[in-house]
């Protein structure tokens, strides 16, 4: 079942992430939006980086989750426990791809210059690494909110 959730979810994510190039619509078009080959949406030129990025952060949350299925079950470790991780990691992970594109494009994390995601393919790039790697910044950003808000219920 959650092989079957996984690779849905990846497939479909994959046709979505490819679609600008399949769509007949010109992007650089002078009406600031392409219309989707798959459904005929109308899609925002503006938004499509932030789209891209979404999409593809769940790309990278799936991908990380179908690793660990197929790890856990080589390795003869897999638990139905964990079930509900696979199917809330891709979720997640889209989540956090979007908002940590959105801390970079503001500034608020200087190392990356704010254009480096006003291209759909760059914005699409990153969400996946970010959607891969959303537990290590969950955790980091967790350890920076510790550091700098201290913690609750901790009194020394």
Not at 42 to 54: F, M, P, Y
Not at 60 to 85: C, E, I, M, P, Q
């Amino acid at each position: 079942m959650e092989l079957i959730y996984l690779s849905a979810i990846l497939i479909a994510c994959l046709l979505v992430v490819i679609d600008p190039a399949l769509s007949k619509s010109d992007l650089g078009a002078q009406t600031g939006s392409y219309i989707s080959y798959f459904g005929g949406l109308e899609i925002r030129s503006t938004a499509l980086k932030w789209v891209s990025l979404g999409v593809s952060g769940l790309v990278g949350g799936t991908v990380f989750s179908l690793k660990w299925l197929y790890h856990s079950v080589a390795k003869g470790v897999w638990s139905r426990d964990r079930v509900l991780w696979r199917f809330v990691v891709p979720l997640n992970s889209a989540t956090v791809a979007l908002f940590t594109g959105f801390l970079f494009a503001s500034g608020a994390v200087p190392f990356l210059k704010d254009e480096s995601l006003d291209s759909p393919l760059m914005a699409a790039s990153f969400g996946f690494i970010f959607g891969y790697f959303s537990d290590n910044i969950l955790a980091a950003l967790q350890n920076f909110a510790q550091k700098i808000f201290g913690t609750l219920g901790r009194e020394e």
